[in-house]
């Protein structure tokens, strides 16, 4: 007797616009004029902010931060595609995607300055916080789906995860849980090649990550992640499919990260200037402006008016960045347990003794109100 299929699976590919800027027609997704603009505008104006970030690290203006050149596109297009009450819940690698969501850049660059108050969204946005540990955002995103399918109003969840963390049992969890449940979740797995410095193919063993997904009931698409049509096609279809209650989508959106792991590496160190170019060579901003150009919708006069326009609004971010007033220390013991425990009643006692001899020495002189409330 033969041995029985019993079940079978296959990973499909999504690319639609190539590097050279020829795309497939028979793919082509339909997108308003406006829309493109705006995918357009978007991806030029987080790599204006990204590089000027990158280089006020370097002064020493900003603490840390990490670079999302590249990859522009897996950034940007998701978000285009929700909305607002959907939950969006990016990595520490997200500036791109809260940004297309409505966050000004300033509350990014405030919080890679170190402050807290930099965690600060749209109003009536459902946007989280990223997690710095890796992979311990995806099983509560999983419970945000669960909860918006409960709610019954469409809602979706949709979240980011590195190809390094895709090897985290975090995502065995939440995928089980996501799919037995047919949540409205979609898993965006922003495969950029590198997981600080260890190169994909030192990451597991499956040809692609995007096939995960059959382990556990849900759709699974790799996707060019620099091909800004393939990744908004593919995300629409993922969030019309989880509005529809048909359950859980992982897309691997294949991208490359041209620039170190954040500020604090160095990736001169394990991985050659040969493939760095080649990287460069798969611009998804030049390929998506060869599109729009092709279609008459782009000129260099418009692309000039833009650079100037993104340049700013970076400026006009960064000023008013460096000019937040300086927050009140005891911030940090605000809002961070229900009852607190004595060590920190007492640490906090500590620092407002010495606010006070501080401010008797004229030492430190007005601070704002504490935002928020004590434990
Ligand atoms: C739980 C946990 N372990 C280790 C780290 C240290 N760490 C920070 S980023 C990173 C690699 C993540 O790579 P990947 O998932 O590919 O995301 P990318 O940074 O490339 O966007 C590691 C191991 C961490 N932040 N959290
Ligand atoms: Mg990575």
């Known amino acids: 007797m033969p041995i029985k299929t019993v079940a079978e699976s296959k990973t499909e590919r999504l690319e639609i616009l190539a590097a050279d800027?020829?795309?497939d027609k028979a793919l082509e997704p339909k997108i308003s004029q406006e829309k493109l603009l705006e995918m357009y505008r978007k991806m030029v104006e987080i790599r204006t902010f990204d590089e000027r970030a990158y280089r006020l690290q370097r002064q020493g203006r900003l603490g840390t931060y990490p670079q999302i050149l590249g990859q522009e596109a897996s950034q940007i297009i998701p978000s285009l595609c929700l909305k607002p009450k959907d939950w969006l819940v990016p990595t520490y690698r997200g500036q791109g995607a809260y940004f297309a969501r409505g966050m000004q850049l300033r509350y990014s660059l405030l919080y890679w300055g170190g402050d807290d108050r930099g965690v600060k969204f749209p109003e009536g946005n459902n946007d989280m916080i990223f997690s710095i540990p890796v992979g311990s955002h995806l099983t509560q995103?999983?419970?945000l789906a669960w909860a918006a399918k409960m709610q019954k109003q469409g809602?979706?969840?949709?979240?980011?995860?590195?190809?390094?963390?895709?090897?985290?049992?975090?995502?065995?969890?939440?995928?089980?849980?996501?799919?037995?449940?047919k949540l409205p979740a979609?898993?965006?797995?922003?495969?950029?090649?590198?997981?600080i410095s260890v190169p994909r193919?030192?990451?597991?063993?499956?040809?692609?990550?995007?096939?995960?997904?059959?382990?556990?009931?849900?759709?699974?698409?790799?996707?060019?992640?620099?091909d800004a049509l393939a990744v908004f096609k593919a995300t629409f279809d993922a969030v019309a499919r989880a509005r529809k209650g048909d359950g859980p989508t992982v897309?691997?959106?294949?991208?490359?990260?041209?620039?170190?792991?954040?500020?604090?590496?160095?990736?001169?160190?394990?991985?050659?200037?040969a493939e760095v170019e080649a990287g460069t060579k798969k611009d998804p901003i030049l390929r998506f402006?060869?599109?729009?150009?092709?279609k008459k919708l782009w000129d260099e006069d418009q692309e000039l008016r833009l650079k100037k326009e993104a340049e700013e609004m970076v400026n006009g971010e960064i000023e008013a960045y460096e000019s937040f007033p300086a927050p009140n220390p005891l911030n940090m013991f605000a809002n961070n347990y229900a009852t607190a425990p004595w060590n920190l009643i007492e640490q906090r006692q500590e620092?407002?003794?010495?606010?006070?001899?501080?401010?008797?020495?004229?030492?430190?002189v007005e601070l704002p109100p504490v935002e928020g409330r004590f434990p």
């Open 251 to 273: 897309l691997e959106l294949e991208t490359y990260r041209l620039g170190h792991h954040t500020t604090a590496d160095d990736a001169t160190r394990y991985r050659s200037e």
């Open 351 to 364: 620092l407002e003794e010495l606010v006070k001899v501080k401010q008797a020495r004229k030492e430190v």
């Open 201 to 226: 193919e030192k990451q597991a063993a499956t040809v692609t990550l995007a096939q995960k997904a059959h382990g556990y009931g849900a759709a699974g698409l790799q996707v060019d992640g620099n």
């Open 21 to 23: 800027g020829t795309w």
């Open 186 to 195: 979609i898993y965006i797995i922003e495969n950029n090649h590198w997981a």
């Open 155 to 181: 809602h979706c969840a949709l979240t980011y995860l590195g190809d390094g963390t895709s090897s985290k049992g975090d995502l065995h969890e939440a995928l089980t849980f996501a799919g037995q449940f």
């Open 289 to 294: 402006k060869k599109y729009l150009e092709a």
């Open 141 to 143: 995103v999983a419970g």
